[in-house]
């Protein structure tokens, strides 16, 4: 049974540990990166043996982030150290730590979770939930105060950047005052807000200009206008010259236009096919659609990986959500 403490709670237990690997989920987001990386440069501060392992290592959108070079791919990569401690950050289940990653996190004989997905239903020994916080990210500023570490200038950027991208930039519903007390704590500490919103939104690469091109001409909607849907084939990702990662965002579109209530997008995945699910409230998309298909994820955006081709995937979940809509 893991028990659910307080962050204050998680910090003590912290403080008593060492040789720590944080984790964070499958196809890691910026949440995920920068609140993993802000938490080990905490950690260090300490003077503590501390190491973040990111499925597939970290994604190039984030590769410029303080820490970034550090990271051990968990997939792929070979451990500086034998880690005593395993603390998940941004990992909604114990599935989606990965196939390494759920190994290396159960070979570790102490075990903490940190995260702020409401369908968390806890696992490790103890875990901290805070299923109304925008991102992770809020939840370890207020960690690493509780550790005493004084926020420097790289935690402050890697925070920005996880509180940031999960609220996109301040945008969505999910951001409360404490985001932009959190956000604040870390300009105050030094991130430089132009920078790093010009090379999360204002920048892009001609693979990924391409790919949105090429997502958005596949562009399906159902005759009532409220589902729309598109596809995202590795042979895209090929011929767009675009990284997996750079399909990150591209769902909005989808979700965007006018009358439109989900939005999904199917992947190509080698376990089958992935779909990111998006909802405009009061449609609750993890609860309607992810949760019923074997996925997760938050309100308004979730996602679900099925072991069946594309076509069967879509198929599926456009049935779930017509269904949902009926309701
Ligand atoms: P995205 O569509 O951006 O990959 O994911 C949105 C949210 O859905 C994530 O925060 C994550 O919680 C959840 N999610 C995405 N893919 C999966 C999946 O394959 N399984 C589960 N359980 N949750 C997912
Ligand atoms: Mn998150």
Redesign the pocket.
């Known amino acids: 049974m893991s028990q659910r403490v307080t962050i204050e709670q998680l910090a003590e237990w912290l403080k008593a540990r060492d040789d720590i690997a944080l984790f964070g989920?499958?196809?890691p987001?910026g949440d995920a990166t920068g609140s993993t990386l802000a938490l080990w440069h905490a950690l260090r501060a300490m003077g503590k043996q501390a190491m973040v392992c990111l499925p597939g290592g970290t994604p190039s959108l984030y590769d410029w982030l303080p820490g970034a070079d550090r990271v051990v791919d968990t997939e792929a990569g070979t451990l500086p150290f034998v880690p005593q401690t395993a603390m998940s950050v941004d990992v909604?289940?114990h599935?989606?730590l990965g196939e390494k990653g759920k190994r290396l996190f159960d070979s570790c004989p102490f075990q903490g979770v940190l995260d702020h997905?409401k369908?968390n239903e806890g696992f490790g020994q103890l875990y901290v939930l805070d299923g109304d916080a925008a991102a992770v990210g809020e939840l370890v500023v207020d960690l690493i105060a509780a550790l005493g570490v004084e926020m420097d200038v790289k935690m402050a950027e890697c925070l920005f950047v996880a509180i940031s991208t999960d609220c996109g930039n301040f945008n969505y519903s999910n951001t409360r005052p404490q985001t932009f007390r959190a956000a604040a704590r870390c300009v105050e500490a030094g991130a430089n807000v132009a920078k790093i919103t010009e090379d999360l939104y204002r920048t892009r690469s001609l693979g990924r200009t391409r790919l949105l091109g090429a997502v958005l001409a596949g562009l399906e909607i159902s005759p009532d206008g409220k589902v729309a849907w598109s596809r995202l084939t590795d042979e895209m990702l090929r011929y767009c010259g675009a990284h997996r990662e750079d399909s990150?965002g591209i769902?909005n579109y989808l979700l965007e236009m006018i009358g439109v209530e989900v939005a999904v997008?199917a992947m190509e995945r080698k376990e089958g096919t992935?779909l990111?699910?998006?909802a405009k409230a009061p449609f609750n998309v993890?609860r309607d659609v992810?949760l019923p298909l074997?996925?997760?994820?938050?309100d308004c955006?979730?996602?679900?990986?099925l072991a069946m081709p594309m076509e069967d995937a879509l198929k599926k979940t456009l049935t779930v959500i017509r269904k949902a809509l009926q309701k």
């Open positions: 989920h499958l196809s987001d909604s289940e599935e989606r997905h369908t990150e769902i997008l992935k990111s699910l998006r993890a992810a074997g996925g997760g994820g938050h955006a979730a996602g679900v990986t």
